[in-house]
């Protein structure tokens, strides 16, 4: 056999290059001798991995159960059409029994009594009414030193760099709240808070005392926040007690 036809013996594969056909498929040994340098350490650390997780399932006494399922059609479909034909008939029932009342139409040449905005933006109006956190120096005579209304437009600026910067503080690779009690904590706290200042921003309509309400406003955040960091706390250790023994179920330590 010449060297020419050893070489083409050699490198022949499926097209690639690379690959080897299926009926002369390398051995290990043979794949690892044809590498050099950081292509041949790549594949050692890989296969190396590949087979310690495979003699580590085989010696495991655990048993990896087939996940079941339901089908499309009919079954997911069919619950599906049922969920959405509930919700809809409540909806064309209480549109039927509690149909909402029309006032009398606007006039045109005169400021209403009451300005809102969207109902998605009454976190954002309620900051703006924020004048009683509005600072009083005594060395201006008593004077603030700006604005209500630029004050609370500073707040909105804060309040959203706030939930701009909450990303970049937080690089956890955490999914679920109890696994980082904190940053769920925070997220608790914020939703609660934009809750709490949509109300201040109605609070001409709200049935509470204006003084009540703004200290709600501030107060039931924090509750929240530490109930919240307090339970989940307290989950966490059995939480990733249970989440490392299924581990080590999977992979047994040597």
Same mark, same amino acid.
């Given at each position: ?11 022949? &594969?499926?097209? =690639? ?9 390398? =051995? ?13 350490? =790549? ?14 399932? &085989? ?37 039927? &029994? ?10 045109? +040449? ?49 309040? *959203? ?11 956890? +690779?955490?999914?679920?709240? *109890? ?16 809750? &709490? ?12 005392? *204006? ?5 709600? =406003? ?37």
């Amino acid at each position: 056999m010449s060297d020419n036809e050893s070489e083409t013996k050699e490198i022949r &594969t499926d097209g =690639t290059g690379i690959v080897a056909p299926d009926n002369e498929t390398p =051995t290990w040994s043979e794949r690892k001798a044809r590498k050099t340098g950081l292509s041949r350490l =790549t594949y050692e650390y890989f296969e190396r991995a590949r087979r310690e997780d495979q003699d580590l399932r &085989t010696e495991s006494d655990y048993v990896e159960r087939d996940v079941l399922a339901f089908p499309t059609w009919p079954h997911e479909t069919v619950r599906n059409l049922s969920i959405a034909s509930f919700f809809v008939g409540m909806i064309l029932f209480l549109s039927a &029994t509690m149909p909402p009342h029309i006032g009398a139409p606007a006039n045109p +040449s005169q400021t209403p009594a009451i300005i809102l905005p969207d109902w998605y933006l009454y976190w954002s109006f309620g900051l703006l009414k924020l004048n009683p956190l509005n600072p009083e120096l005594a060395i201006l005579g008593g004077q603030k030193i700006m604005a209500d209304r630029t004050y609370g437009v500073l707040a909105n600026g804060v309040v *959203v760099g706030f939930i701009a910067i909450v990303p970049f503080l937080n690089k956890g +690779s955490a999914r679920r709240p *109890v696994e980082q009690p904190f940053w769920a904590a925070v997220g608790v706290a914020g939703v609660v808070f934009a809750m &709490t200042i949509s109300l201040l921003a109605v609070k001409n309509l709200m049935p509470m005392n *204006v003084d009540l309400l703004f200290d709600l =406003t501030f107060l039931l955040p924090i509750v929240f926040g530490t109930v919240t960091y307090a339970v989940l706390k307290t989950m966490r250790e059995g939480y990733m007690y249970n989440l490392n023994r299924r581990y080590y179920r999977l992979r047994p330590p040597k």
